[in-house]
């Protein structure tokens, strides 16, 4: 006795095709208060970053008013600019963070 597969209406047999979901950059912006070894701290202790790729960084915030610190989903990016101003303010820094969409990723 051999089995067939049956195709029942509306039952979907082959797998969704799933877009990744859109990435999002995570821009820290330079100010004239917080100290730079403050933001050193903030790169390496919420994106993960090495001291010497910190410094690079707070470097090019200082030099160029706002760099890069990370790419990341919508939902993690969001929560990564919460905690970091969340954090400076904590401390009595005005640092401030932006999330905007990474248009390379389309």
């Keep these: 006795m051999e089995i067939t597969s049956i195709q029942l ?7 969704p ?3 990744k979901p859109p990435m999002y950059k995570v821009i820290m912006l330079n100010d004239d ?8 701290e903030l790169l ?3 994106f ?3 001291e010497e790729k910190a ?3 707070m470097m090019l915030i200082h030099m160029e008013g ?3 610190c990370g790419i990341y989903p919508k939902d993690i990016a969001e929560t990564k600019v919460v ?6 303010r904590k401390h009595g820094h005005p640092l401030c963070c932006k999330c905007v969409r990474d248009e390379g990723e389309e």
Aim: proline share 6%; net charge positive; glycine share 6%.
């Design 9 to 15: 209406p509306g039952i979907q047999t082959e797998k």
């Design 17 to 19: 095709r799933l877009k």
């Design 33 to 40: 208060y917080t100290p730079m070894d403050f933001v050193v």
């Design 44 to 46: 390496c202790r919420y």
């Design 48 to 50: 993960g970053h090495t």
């Design 55 to 57: 410094r690079h960084l």
């Design 66 to 68: 706002s760099a890069m």
């Design 83 to 88: 905690r970091v101003e969340a954090y400076c």
